[in-house]
């Protein structure tokens, strides 16, 4: 059995999400090769090579390569395919717009958003956001597999496998990057982050977030995250939405501030270890998944917590 | 330009669904059905380039039993112009769904082709990525804007980073993500114009579609439930019990 893993990277260097997809392959077993395609990618290529238990690294170069676009990106895993029984990558916003490309050129049905390695072709996955969990067992010749990277640790480093340059596919030319608008922040990325604290509707503005949420996720060196209803509103941006159709994250503790916990929030946020609600309705439905409930007004609650954090000097 | 939306039929999102004890599947005796949120964006932004000038024609199609019928007549009471019903009852899984979609595209020659980026039963987030490879298209997924400027499509999309902007060649596949627009309400008066609207009966074999599995439901059960926590009476316990009793902070 040989795996090829897609990595996510910046080309610089590889996301953790890479260290968490490479951990599912490993429990399906077999020789893993990590293709790593970009542009300018080498030193990505390099770190790809020091990843534990990789047996080779592929290295594809290319300007159509550079951001990762679907359809360039897409034919060359696929004319890659040939050799390998299982090709996997994290299901992030890029694997999830590129692996089922991948899946219907080779004749595949995908495998999405795998929590759980049972064998090398049964996985488990949830649907319904995460209301229940199917163990699917893949019928095709090669399986095509995103994973869930919340749900797996990062597999180490101290590898030293070869890079092997590979020739880019053709880019078939149907789509072009413009431009992006990447959100800055020194704060750890929600779906690696330790501790998250994320604010809903309650908000009631983006300022809130900035003068409520951040000194206390300062404090806790925490990642900021969000209900739909905040994003939607416009207090937080679109990529801090914790939820479904959002992240999942599974963070050692997940503060939910001022959030009412539809089904489709704890999807995303419900195998977090610790759970803390903030909510002033004590019928809010996210104290039945909540580890510790507080029933207080944030506004008078959140400036108490960071300054009881400030206490404990942080 | 004509425009396709897909819309699956799916349990409603305000149903909390039950799995059956066996472990056979997800129980839908009497479970509330209705158009897949995000398909209904779909319809929303093809009936928002019409109105627009940008397109002349939405068709709405479904792949589902006959009741998926009443999902096409929620896209013609919103505004959509005819529906095409792909009947079976056997569960399609999203490769299948899209030969079949390959399939209409060939027969309807839509420039556009609007999907939800997932639906909400399955979770697979697949089929309009799949489509757009077999029918070797552009694709722009997770879209919260799309603008046609001539024969150019320019999508921005939501990534896990922020957003991003690409421009594709048409004719295109758009997944729709939740900040792309708000659907309307159909009115009473569009309710009843829609029953008169026509829809089209297929089935998968008339697109030479083999819908068997490839994927085997070995078990369905329901996720370990949280256990119960308690309520704390004030920010300092709060604090004291995440330091010294879950030792988290
Ligand atoms: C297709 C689809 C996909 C979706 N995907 C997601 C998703 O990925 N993520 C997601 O989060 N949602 C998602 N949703 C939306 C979801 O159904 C809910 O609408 C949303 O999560 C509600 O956000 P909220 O809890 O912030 O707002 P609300 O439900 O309005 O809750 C606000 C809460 O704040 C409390 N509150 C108000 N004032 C205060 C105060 N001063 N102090 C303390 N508490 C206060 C209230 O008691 C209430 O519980 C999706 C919905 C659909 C249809
Ligand atoms: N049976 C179906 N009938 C019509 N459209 C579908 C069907 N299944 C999936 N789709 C479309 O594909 C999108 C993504 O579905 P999925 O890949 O199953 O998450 C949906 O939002 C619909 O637009």
Redesign the pocket.
């Known amino acids: 059995m040989t795996i090829l893993l897609v990595a996510e990277h910046d080309n610089a260097s590889l996301k953790d999400a890479t260290h968490k997809a490479l951990s599912a392959a490993q429990a399906m077993g077999g020789d893993i090769q990590v293709l790593v395609a970009g542009e300018n990618a080498a030193a990505a290529a390099q770190e790809a090579a020091g990843l534990a238990g990789v047996a080779k690294v592929l290295h594809a170069e290319g300007a159509g390569l550079a951001h990762a676009l679907a359809e360039p990106l897409s034919a060359l895993i696929v004319s890659l395919a040939g050799p390998y029984d299982a090709i996997v990558a994290p299901a992030t916003t890029t694997g999830k717009n590129v692996m089922p490309r991948v899946a219907a050129l080779l004749d595949v049905m995908q495998i999405s958003d795998v929590t759980k390695v049972v064998s090398a072709d049964t996985f488990e996955r949830p649907i319904y956001a995460g209301n229940a969990t199917q163990t699917v067992q893949s019928t095709d010749a090669k399986k095509v597999v995103t994973v869930r990277i919340a749900a797996f640790p990062a597999a180490g480093t101290g590898g030293s496998a070869p890079v092997e340059t590979v020739g880019g596919a053709s880019d078939p030319g149907l789509s072009t990057f413009v431009g992006e608008e990447l959100s800055k922040s020194d704060r750890p990325e929600l779906t690696s982050a330790r501790i998250i604290v994320s604010?809903?509707?309650?908000m009631q503005s983006r300022e809130n977030f900035t003068t409520y949420i951040e000194p206390v996720a300062d404090k806790l060196g925490a990642a900021i995250g969000?209900?739909?209803?905040?994003v939607d509103a416009g207090y937080a941006p679109n990529d801090w939405?914790?939820?479904?159709?959002?992240k999942v994250v599974a963070p050692e503790l997940y503060v939910a501030?001022?959030?009412?916990?539809?089904?489709?929030?704890l999807?995303?946020m419900k195998d977090s270890k610790v759970i803390v609600a903030?909510?002033?309705?004590e019928e809010?439905p996210?104290f039945q998944v909540a580890d510790y409930g507080l029933v207080?007004?944030?506004?008078q609650?959140l400036p108490e917590l960071a300054a009881e954090l400030g206490k404990l000097g942080r | 330009m004509k425009i396709l939306v897909p819309v699956k039929r799916v349990v409603d999102?305000n149903v909390k669904i039950r799995v059956k004890p066996d472990g056979s599947g997800v129980d839908l005796a009497n479970v509330k059905m209705s158009m897949?949120?995000?398909d209904e964006i779909g319809v929303e932004e093809a009936l928002r380039l019409k109105e627009a000038g940008k397109a002349t024609e939405v068709v709405v199609v479904s792949i589902g039993p006959a009741q998926a019928a009443e999902t096409l007549r929620t896209g013609l009471a919103m505004g959509a112009d005819r529906g095409i019903l792909v009947k079976t009852d056997a569960a399609v899984e999203p490769l299948a769904v899209a030969k079949i979609l390959k399939g209409v595209v060939e027969a309807e020659a839509p420039g556009l082709v609007i999907l939800g980026k997932q639906a909400?039963d399955d979770d697979c987030a697949q089929t309009g990525q799949m489509l757009s490879a077999l029918l070797g298209w552009s694709q722009g997924t997770f879209a919260s804007k799309v603008v046609i400027d001539g024969d150019v499509l320019s999508v921005t999309r939501e990534v896990d980073g922020g957003l991003q902007t690409v421009k594709l060649k048409m004719p295109a596949i758009v997944t729709t993500d939740?900040r792309l627009n708000e659907p309307r309400y159909a009115s009473l008066p569009n309710i009843m114009k829609a029953k008169k609207k026509p829809i089209d009966e297929k089935t998968p074999a008339d697109f030479g579609v083999d819908t068997t599995p490839r994927l085997k439901v070995l078990t369905t059960v329901e996720p370990g439930a949280r256990k119960a926590g308690v309520k704390v009476g004030s920010v300092a316990e709060l604090v004291q019990k995440l330091k010294s009793e879950a030792g988290v902070i």
């Not at chain 1, 903030?278 to 309705?281: G, T, V």
């Open positions: 604010g809903g509707r309650a969000a209900s739909r209803a905040a939405q914790v939820g479904q159709t959002g501030v001022g959030i009412s916990g539809a089904i489709q929030h999807a995303g903030i909510n002033k309705d809010a996210i207080a007004d944030l506004y609650a | 999102y897949n949120p995000f909400i939740l």
